[in-house]
């Protein structure tokens, strides 16, 4: 019964047109940005904002997120800050329901921007697949979704690739679970075949996040067995208070990571029991926050501090 009202939603969803999301270019500040829509991004280029020199960072968020939401604004100043790139935004703010602001018809809602997000994800691989015949460089830019951009981000990658083109990386921050992962996967995730690179990055998998490894490498932060009824990030109240800390968290440990390089590590196992056993001992080492880490392959896992800052550097690297 469930599958079958997923399936009618989504596909209610998939219908919706995308007239209203466009690209944001900025110009080294969150208040300089130039727009574009979908079927015209090559006006970056003929314009200067984007130079084909230099790596390209596109960022698309989730669900009831808006370019102004605090999360957004943080990741595009710490690019901003970073320096030397060219930085896009998708704004599908639009059509992932951010004005519904309630939390009685969260599933409804959802639903629909999920079969949104499908539409959207195709014509975004068209817009670079225009940006790529125009002279932009795929192999060096880095797409960088959260929850349910990530399946967003897999549609347009998976686009341009079957197209015969690569993308160098998608870097997903918990992608989302509810419709892709178990028990109910109806639409199809993030996958290895969306990039040459995909890092996902978990830290919600009992509850928003997926529960599933889709990447060549996935890095599950703090995760534990569900035998205690814990399922929060540590540092994060109950979810009667805050539904989203622990989704969110893969947002903040990843800024972390960008703004204190090599304390947010983690290390190489083929799943949580063996990482245990290894208490610490690894040489195959993995840094969230390293945008060029292009050996990392199959699962690792880390700990982290719980608040800020996130990072323990090598005593992460065991319970």
Not at 234 to 254: E, L, M, Q, V, W
């Amino acid at each position: 019964m469930w599958v079958f009202l997923w399936i009618l939603i989504f596909l209610c969803g998939s219908l919706q047109l995308s007239e209203s999301v466009n690209f944001r270019c900025y110009r080294g500040s969150l208040n300089n940005y130039e727009i574009a829509d979908m079927n015209n991004p090559q006006v970056f280029i003929k314009s200067g904002c984007i130079n084909t020199g230099l790596r390209t960072y596109i960022y698309v968020f989730g669900f009831k997120t808006t370019p102004d939401d605090d999360t957004t604004q943080a990741i595009l100043q710490a690019y901003i800050e970073k320096g030397y790139c060219n930085l896009l935004l998708l704004d599908w703010s639009k059509e992932n329901y951010s004005s519904n602001m309630t939390i009685v018809d969260d599933a409804f809602f959802y639903s629909l921007a999920a079969g949104n997000s499908v539409v959207i994800g195709r014509e975004m691989g068209n817009s670079l697949i225009i940006l790529f015949n125009n002279g932009l460089n795929l192999l060096n830019a880095v797409l960088l979704g959260w929850s349910l951009g990530c399946p967003l981000l897999g549609e347009a990658g998976r686009y341009v690739m079957s197209q015969g083109i690569q993308i160098f990386q998608i870097k997903c921050l918990d992608p989302a679970k509810p419709g892709y992962g178990k028990p109910v996967p109806v639409m199809k995730p993030l996958d290895k075949k969306s990039a040459k690179i995909v890092f996902i990055i978990h830290t919600d998998v009992y509850y928003f996040g997926l529960n599933e490894s889709h990447g060549t490498c996935d890095v599950y932060i703090n995760q534990r067995p569900f035998i205690d009824g814990n399922n929060l990030q540590p540092g994060c109240p109950d979810r009667s208070i805050n539904r989203a800390c622990s989704h969110k968290r893969s947002i903040f440990c990843y800024l972390n990571a960008m703004q204190q390089p090599s304390t947010l590590i983690a290390s190489a196992a083929a799943n949580y029991w063996d990482w245990v056993a290894a208490d610490g001992v690894s040489t195959n080492i993995v840094d969230i926050g390293n945008d060029d880490e292009t050996d990392a392959e199959g699962n690792y896992y880390m700990t982290t501090n719980p608040s800020e800052p996130f990072g323990q550097s090598t005593a992460g690297l065991s319970e």
